[in-house]
């Protein structure tokens, strides 16, 4: 069963770096053709694909942010991480981790998002 | 960039009704073209890939057409659980989505 789970700050103050977790089980990122992704959603809007991990650890972003985002991976293959520096109030969204098994960003899996406020 | 744009934004129709929701690319994206539907509160899940596969377990009333720049998303005969936002996604060239079309009931 696969499943997948984002955590984060809550909440965090303009200029701040935001870094978030995608905790998974029921596959391994370290399979062939495997990818995680981070996508956002503003409330009432619609979703903007930040970035992407493979198993063999090639990275790609989202050329519009590419210079604030950093994601990564643990040794274990089982989390994903993306850090945000310099946020600012338009970074306010729910942040959801999803599952992709090439060929194809399908995002077949996702997690059930974690809500990030930026406020000061 | 390409840009997807979903028409309509809002759809109203009532159970039984065919449905069709429409998604226009800026330029051609060779069918890599999914759709997502959205409930409140929960998680996008994918529906179709490609243009036409239906994902597994996604009841077959949904369907897929299109290629080069317009693609379609149809529920033959729409259902109450139907209610959501429906979302294009294309992974042609980067990914991005369309702004969604939110289907309710009449």
């Known amino acids: 069963q696969v499943t997948l789970k984002e955590s984060g700050p809550g909440m965090l103050q303009p200029s701040k770096t935001l870094s978030l977790t995608c905790s998974f089980s029921g596959f391994s990122l370290s399979t062939s053709g495997m990818v995680v992704s981070w996508i956002r959603q503003p409330s009432g809007k619609s979703l903007e694909w930040l970035a992407a991990?493979?198993?063999?650890?090639?990275?790609y972003y989202n050329p519009s942010l590419k210079s604030r985002l950093t994601v990564s991976k643990d040794t274990s293959n089982t989390q994903v991480f993306l850090k945000i520096t310099s946020v600012d109030i338009a970074d306010t969204a729910t942040y959801y981790c999803a599952r992709s098994l090439l060929p194809g960003y399908n995002f077949d899996y996702w997690g059930q998002g974690v809500m990030v406020t930026v406020s000061s | 960039d390409i840009q997807m744009t979903q028409s309509p934004s809002v759809l109203s129709a009532s159970v039984g009704d065919r449905v069709t929701l429409n998604c226009k690319a800026s330029?051609?994206?060779?069918?890599?073209l999914n759709w997502y539907q959205q409930k409140l509160g929960e998680a996008p899940k994918l529906l179709i890939y490609?243009?036409?596969n239906l994902q597994t377990g996604i009841p077959s009333r949904f369907s897929g057409s299109g290629s080069g720049t317009d693609y379609t998303l149809t529920i033959s005969s729409l259902q109450p659980e139907d209610v959501a936002t429906y979302f294009c996604f294309q992974h042609n060239s980067w990914y991005t989505f369309g702004a969604g079309t939110k289907l309710e009931l009449k």
């Open positions: 991990i493979d198993w063999d650890g090639d990275k």
């Open positions: 330029q051609n994206i060779n069918k890599y």
């Open positions: 490609n243009t036409n």
